[in-house]
Structure formats: C-alpha cells, structure tokens
C-alpha cells in the first residue's frame, strides 16, 4: 500500500522569506501523480501544485515549485516569497486509484 | 462557492441521535468521496462513489451509512456514534476516479458527539 509521510508537524517562515515542506511516500508503481493540498482555517482544502510522475521536470505555480525526486521518492513544496496568507495546513497526497493517500501535514506559520 | 457544498457545517449528537451529512457538487464530476480528519492524522479515506456506485468501503463501521442518490449529490448517515467518531468529515469531487485527476473538497462538517 502506498503510503505518505511529512516529517514536519510545524514550520514558521519570516514573511517574504522561503520555506521548503518536505514529503516522502512509497509505491511500487511507476505511473502515479502527486499533490499537494493547502488547508487554511476556513477547512476547504485548495489543490497547490500537481505533479505527473512521469514528467522529469519539476511543477512550478507561480511562488510554488516542488523538487520532485523520482528515484528517492520525495516530493518538497518550496513556498518563495512568502506571504501572510500562506499560513495554513499543507498535505502531501499520493493519488491512487479511487483514492488519495495524504500525509498528516505541516503546519506552517508566517511570521511578520 | 467551491464547487463542493456541505450542510451543516457544524453538527453536535447525542450517541443515541440520527443525523445526515450532506455534500453537493454541480461541476459535473463523476466520483464522490467522503473523508475523516482527526487531528495530528492523515486524512482517512471512507468512502468512494464512482458513477452512483460505491467502490470503495474502508472498512468503516456499519453505523456510518453512505447514500449517492445522483452523481450530484453524496449523503452520509449517521447513527448510534461514539465520542471518538468526533471530526471533521470532508467530502471531495473529482472529474473521475483515475489517478491524474485531483479531488475538489468542501469545508467539511465538524462532527461533535456528546
């Protein structure tokens, strides 16, 4: 069964500074896609970035990019310029068919 | 609006009570999930529906009770919980089942059972 892990329950970030998530998961397969998931206190879960496993180049959105590493399993969120409305819960998901494995986040703090 | 709807947002039961927990989505997707989060866990998977047909059952105790009535609409019933079954339930949407498709989530309903 694939499973997710963030080795980070909390990270505090100074405002415009840059934070790097770290996420690790573990599969068997070779065809899978990654995301990550921002929840911000009003509970909705937002989609942040996605990756396609089988794209080498690494997923960018705006002031989000990940490092994706194929080999070594690992899937970072780096946050640049961060903002006070980055502060929020981020999960890291495996999506497997019929479901999504998530991992038990990162609470990130922005500090001012 | 997310696309997602869930009514209530808030929800305390008595063990002994019936509730429903409701989700609605109107962006045309095809499968319907339901989630548990409790704190400090990763987000449990319930429920899936695919098509108005439940696909997935994970394990979950028979007094959490699914009901997909149209691809629209995913219903949870509730009865007889426990204290422990206190969190917050999320329902998620996404465009299909298969694995490049992400999920869209509601707010979620926060479930106290008292």
């Known amino acids: 069964a694939q499973t997710v892990t963030q080795s980070q329950p909390e990270m505090s970030v100074q405002e415009a500074e840059t934070v790097t998530l770290s996420c690790t998961y573990d599969?068997?397969?070779?065809?899978?896609?990654l995301f990550w998931y921002k929840q911000p206190p009003s509970r909705q879960m937002i989609l942040v970035i996605r990756?396609?496993?089988?794209?080498?180049q690494n997923a960018t959105e705006n002031r989000f990019s990940v490092n994706f590493q194929k080999a070594a399993k690992s899937f970072s969120l780096k946050i640049s310029d961060s903002q006070l409305g980055d502060a929020a819960m981020y999960f890291c998901?495996?999506?497997?068919?019929?479901?999504?494995?998530f991992g038990a986040g990162t609470r990130l703090t922005v500090k001012p | 609006e997310t696309g997602v709807t869930q009514t209530p947002r808030h929800l305390v039961m008595g063990m002994t009570n019936k509730k429903s927990l409701k989700c609605e989505q109107h962006?045309?997707?095809?499968?319907m999930y339901w989630y548990k989060q409790s704190a400090k866990k990763p987000l449990e998977l319930m429920f899936v529906?695919?098509?108005?047909?439940?696909?997935e059952n994970n394990s979950v105790p028979s007094r959490f009770s699914p009901e997909c009535p149209n691809s629209s609409h995913l219903f949870l019933h509730l009865h007889t919980l426990q204290p422990e079954d206190s969190a917050l339930y999320l329902c998620?949407?996404?465009?299909?089942?298969?694995?490049?498709?992400?999920?869209?989530f509601g707010s979620g309903t926060r479930l106290t059972v008292v």
């Open positions: 998620a949407s996404s465009q299909g089942s298969d694995k490049n498709y992400g999920y869209t």
């Open positions: 529906y695919s098509l108005e047909e439940r696909v």
């Open positions: 998901a495996y999506r497997a068919i019929n479901d999504m494995r």
């Open positions: 599969t068997s397969e070779s065809d899978y896609y």
């Open positions: 962006l045309g997707h095809n499968a």
């Open positions: 990756q396609e496993a089988y794209k080498q």
